[in-house]
């Protein structure tokens, strides 16, 4: 009786590649994601004895003072536009990869845009981790792999803080020093 012999070939290893480094973003999108609360958000208007309940959207006729922009209001909005972002690039990697036209170079090219995606994600949440560690109460990262962009919760930096957020950056990314950004939010 002959034993059945299994031959893995190159395209069965880059499908476990690309299928492993979406695991790993979706962790680390599961993991970065802001925690939602079950409370609603209901706002009601009354104007002129007509009472009209908007659900979970926010007024945008609100007063200034209730509908002022804060901090962590921007941080929120951020993390929920960057994990957005994500999604949508997973899902066109997703349709490129089983699109069924696609040459074995091509899928090559694609597992390695994958890659050199995940690793981006992955930075990200390092620099945003280590920042953090710095003192800072809230810090988001946007890395394309030629410029970094740092948006920092805080009153104000000084120059050794912005020193070691640089060096932050320039140890995690290749990203030369002159195309890193940060930016303050109070």
């Known amino acids: 009786m ?3 012999s299994i031959i893995i070939g190159k395209k069965q290893i880059i499908m476990t ?3 492993l480094m979406l695991a790993i973003a979706v962790y680390i999108n599961y993991a970065t994601a802001p925690k939602l609360t079950n409370e609603p958000d209901t706002k009601t208007v009354t104007a002129e004895n007509d009472t009209v309940s908007y659900g979970e959207t926010e007024f945008v006729n609100a007063n200034s003072d209730t509908a002022e922009f804060t901090g962590s209001d ?3 909005q951020a993390r929920l536009d960057k994990m957005n972002n994500r999604d949508t690039a997973v899902q066109t990697l997703q ?3 089983g699109g ?3 040459t074995e170079d091509e899928m090559v090219m694609n597992a390695l845009d994958a890659v050199e995606v995940s690793k981006l994600i992955e930075s990200e949440g390092t620099i945003e981790s280590l920042v953090k560690a710095q003192g800072f109460e809230d ?6 792999g030629e410029t970094a ?3 920092i919760k805080t009153e104000g930096l000084d120059k050794a ?4 957020v640089k060096e932050i950056i320039l140890d995690e990314t290749d990203v030369p020093a002159e195309n890193i950004r940060i930016f303050e939010v109070k």
């Open 2 to 4: 002959k034993k059945p």
């Open 17 to 19: 590649c690309l299928t």
């Open 74 to 76: 921007y941080f929120a």
């Open 95 to 97: 349709s490129i990869i």
């Open 100 to 102: 069924g036209d696609v």
């Open 139 to 144: 810090c988001v990262a946007y890395l394309d």
């Open 149 to 151: 962009k740092v948006v």
């Open 161 to 164: 803080q912005v020193a070691s």
